[in-house]
């Protein structure tokens, strides 16, 4: 019944005219073409495009990262976010500050391209996720799971924990 329930939906799904082959793409090009995520599209309200707070802020990238640096003890930029990392590193590094419970700010590299050059460009690091601890830039993953294991990390989250 199962199977015979599903081969049913199977075949719906590929005689329906978007999951045919067409002139400038595949079934998935054809989907995206319906997508809303488009910034100016003309069909969608003013009220459910995106928006930056960054450009209404009047401050620069740079001044955002230097002044996310400053004010949190530990920062970290990374792909998601520490309760929903999207990429192993960033799992890696979140899971290994969570172990000594100090609070964590972040923010999502992928939401914002030109954020994420600022960041790389404010640090000369290319890869995230990028870790800065007492406004000092620590490294990524490896690095903190280095420092973990020896010992450092806990002796630096300690400074940052009595600046709270």
Known sequence: MARSLANIIYKGLAASPAARPTASGSFYQSILRFSTSVPNDPDTHEDFRPTSKVEKSGLSLNDIVEQDIKE???MIYMKGV????????????VR???EYSVPLSARNILEDQELKNAVKSFSHWPTFPQIFINGEFVGGSDIILNMHQNGELKQKLEVAAKQQ
């Open 96 to 98: 290994v500050l969570k």
């Open 82 to 93: 520490p309760d929903l990392p999207r990429c192993g590193f960033s799992a890696l590094a």
């Open 72 to 74: 949190n003890p530990v």
